[in-house]
């Protein structure tokens, strides 16, 4: 058996976009690819506009589900971390936290550095955070898996 919060780990680590399955006040599905940064596996980061649909949705239902894959692979061959989470628009302390997280790991790839100004009005962008509450892999049956990383 391998060891699940290992395999949650490298999944995150190995990609940038990250899918957020959001839904409106009706219940109206939405799903949206953003690049992201994470911290500590548990909270994401990603930088959008308070007008984009997803945003607007978790305004209403702070609820959502994220999907991180590499979907270059071999059919078949896939694997993808599954996770249960609440979202926010940062501000405050912890936005000043967050955004250098966000910052570091764009650096890192090349995008650029981030600042708070870049996300506080007059600003068009926001960041956001998605804290887990559970993390889920599949099993070779296509049983989702629940896994602990602590």
Do not use: C, K
């Amino acid at each position: 058996m391998q060891d699940l919060a290992a395999v949650v780990r490298q999944i995150v680590d190995a990609n940038r976009y990250m899918t957020l399955a959001t839904a409106d006040s009706d219940g109206n599905p939405w799903a949206s690819p953003v690049w992201f940064a994470h911290d500590g596996y548990t909270d994401f980061l990603w930088v959008s506009r308070p007008e984009a649909r997803h945003s607007r949705n978790l305004a209403s239902r702070p609820r959502l589900a994220i999907v991180i894959f590499d979907s270059t692979v071999p059919a078949g061959s896939g694997q993808a971390v599954y996770i249960e989470a609440v979202a926010s628009q940062l501000d405050g302390a912890e936005l000043q936290r967050a955004i250098a997280v966000y910052s570091r790991r764009s650096e890192a790839h090349g995008a650029g550095e981030w600042r708070e100004a870049d996300v506080v009005a007059p600003a068009p962008h926001r960041l956001y955070r998605a804290r887990a509450s559970e993390h889920f892999v599949l099993d070779p049956h296509d049983q989702r898996i629940s896994v602990r990383l602590g």
